[in-house]
Nanobody, 115 residues
């Protein structure tokens, strides 16, 4: 069973920052497009940010300029740096890997933005 292991979620005040990380198995990381999704209570899961085949990350409109996705290929890790968090960002954040033949999800890490 492929395991994507997320970390870094938690409680943060509005305007604050969090850094989410996801470690994938090396063989999966090497062939996959890595990304982050989120699911807020009562809502569908939505894309937050993802790498692309061309190499330039793609972001949802609601996070542009606030969130940055990056990868450390030596550590098989994809990171989501989040700034300017607001209560609407409250959700469970999921790491996602996608290759030609497979797609995997992490178990999710909760992010709560509240004063």
């Amino acid at each position: 069973q492929v395991r994507l292991v997320e970390s870094g979620g938690g409680l943060v005040q509005p305007g604050g920052s969090l850094r989410l990380s996801c470690v994938a198995p090396a063989d999966i990381f090497a062939i996959s497009i890595m990304g982050w999704y989120r699911q807020a209570p009562g809502k569908e899961r939505e894309l937050v940010a993802t790498g692309t085949v061309g190499g330039r990350p793609d972001y949802a409109d609601f996070v542009k300029g606030r969130f940055t996705i990056s990868q450390d290929n030596a550590k098989n890790t994809v990171t989501l740096q989040m700034h300017g968090l607001n209560p609407e960002d409250t959700a469970v954040y999921y790491c996602h890997s996608m290759s030609r033949d497979y797609a995997y999800w992490g178990p999710g890490t909760p992010v709560t933005v509240s004063s």
